[in-house]
């Protein structure tokens, strides 16, 4: 019987492969025919290797194809790759010869449709940046302490429920409210546009959020128009914005007061912790008691201090008081003395006159009255007071000016001393020539050639010898 070798072109007998021969041919053809392609898919069943490289699947409805991508390639991807995402990507056709499996050897990689919007939001972001709507200078500062806060986003969102939990756990205190939009479709961007217009009008809250969860750049084209970049700016309260994953970035980031990577992590940002409130709030009571023991402290040694400089505040009112008691009863002893003066007088006049002597009761009466006249008359203590302290005041300004007075003789009379120092003379250059009895030589008739003199100077003497003596004149 003849076998299905022997059926075959004798030319095909003579030539035998191997597998990896035949693979290697396989794979030459392919690229052979088919070079580099263009390919769109949906990403599926991603692996990230230890070595970098990434391995996937890229699918549509019917097919699927095994995808590699090295890392020296991947490195230049802009966005993080999930699974579900839809590319395009720019590969070259081929066989993985180990495996005879056949596979596409990516070399780029963008979100199927991005190329256009991509350019787009280029184009945006750069016009808008031109503008002045990103600077940092125009951002206004978040509230350290808000109590309410506005919530933008859809609500059936899972970014609503992920912001209200965090906020419940995090920030019990605060007051939300809520302005629901729509976050993606055709008419998304201008009702976002025209919510944060309607919360910056309302001005009920302190702080609002825009956010919305993860997708691709089409579902989140929402945020990259124009119009809702405008609206955050023209805001009158802060915007925080965190939408997507913390690889997305849309035009509205930008335009915020603060980019948030997540929605999560807006309502993390948007205020502090309760219990971070709480310990820091126990940390400046304890530091506000101990600097209020301190002062108190400081202040309570001073009072010790000053009281027991100032002794008792009550012995110098005791000892005006007594210097009262004894002027009042020096000045009634006066008195007295005087009335009984005064009677006596009175009657001695009285018998020296030959007039009628008066009588005791009268004079009696008299004296009584001119006693309580005197005690009426008596002066007030507090009075008594302000009269010494005004004459102590007066004689202390008088023993200044006497002081003063004084001074100035002396500083003249000290002056005129000065004058008459022969110390001073000398100072001046001059000298006291004394002839050799010791007298001062005052002419120069007293003078001879050869006389032996001596020179006072201001420092020290010298001895002299009169070589010629000049007469002085006879009008001199």
């Given at each position: ?7 075959q072109?004798?030319e ?17 053809a ?9 390919v ?17 699947t890229l ?19 802009d ?11 720019l590969?070259?056709v ?5 495996r005879g ?20 939001f280029?184009?945006?972001?750069q ?13 206004r ?30 920030a ?8 629901p ?30 956010v919305r ?14 119009a809702?970049?405008?609206a ?15 690889s ?17 992590a ?14 820091d ?7 506000i ?8 402290g ?77 005690q ?27 002081a ?13 001393l ?8 000398l ?37 002299l ?12």
């Amino acid at each position: 019987m003849e076998s299905g070798f022997d059926r075959q072109d004798p030319e095909l007998a003579r030539v035998c492969q191997t597998v990896s021969q035949l693979n290697r041919a396989v794979s030459g053809a392919l690229q052979a025919e088919f070079g580099t392609q263009r390919v769109r898919g949906e990403l599926a069943s991603i692996t990230r290797a230890a070595s970098g490289h990434w391995y996937f699947t890229l699918k549509d409805a019917t097919a699927q194809v095994r995808c590699v991508m090295f890392r020296s390639r991947n490195a230049l991807v802009d966005f993080a790759p999930r699974e579900g995402d839809e590319v395009e990507v720019l590969a070259a056709v081929g066989l993985y010869e180990a495996r005879g499996e056949f596979q596409l050897t990516v070399e780029a990689m963008r979100r199927f449709g991005a190329g256009r919007l991509w350019e787009e939001f280029l184009r945006l972001r750069q016009r808008l940046s031109a503008e002045g709507v990103f600077d940092s200078a125009i951002k206004r500062p978040l509230p350290v302490l808000p109590r309410r806060v506005g919530v933008v986003t859809s609500l059936q969102a899972a970014a609503l429920r992920d912001v209200l939990t965090t906020l419940r756990r995090r920030a019990p205190y605060l007051g939300i409210v809520i302005y629901p939009v729509p976050v993606q479709g055709a008419e998304a961007a201008e009702r976002i546009a025209a919510m944060l217009a309607t919360a910056s009008r309302r001005a009920e809250v302190d702080v609002l959020l825009l956010v919305r969860g993860g997708g691709s750049l089409e579902d989140l084209w929402s945020f990259n128009e124009e119009a809702v970049a405008r609206a955050i700016r023209a805001c009158a309260v802060p915007v925080i914005v965190g939408v997507g994953h913390e690889s997305d970035f849309t035009i509205a980031d930008f335009a915020a007061d603060l980019r948030a990577p997540t929605p999560t992590a807006a309502a993390e940002l948007v205020a502090p912790e309760r219990a971070a409130l709480l310990r820091d709030l126990d940390a400046r009571v304890r530091s506000i008691s101990r600097a209020l023991a301190r002062a108190m402290g400081e202040r309570a040694q001073r009072l010790d201090h000053a009281l027991r400089l100032l002794g008792s505040p009550r012995a110098p009112l005791r000892s005006l008081d007594a210097r009262v008691t004894e002027l009042r009863a020096r000045c009634s002893a006066a008195s007295r003395l005087r009335l009984r003066l005064g009677a006596s007088a009175a009657a001695v006049l009285a018998q020296r006159l030959g007039r009628v002597r008066p009588d005791p009761q009268s004079l009696r009466e008299g004296l009584v009255e001119q006693m309580r006249r005197l005690q009426r008359a008596q002066p007030d203590p507090l009075a008594l007071r302000r009269a010494l302290a005004e004459r102590i005041v007066r004689l202390q300004r008088a023993q200044e000016r006497s002081a003063q007075l004084r001074a100035s003789a002396l500083a003249l009379r000290a002056g005129a001393l000065g004058h008459l120092n022969v110390q001073g003379v000398l100072d001046r250059g001059f000298a006291i020539l004394r002839d050799g009895s010791g007298r001062a030589v005052t002419s120069s008739a007293s003078l001879a050639a050869g006389m032996a003199v001596s020179a006072t100077l201001a420092s020290g003497s010298a001895d002299l010898t009169v070589i010629r003596a000049h007469r002085p004149a006879e009008n001199a």
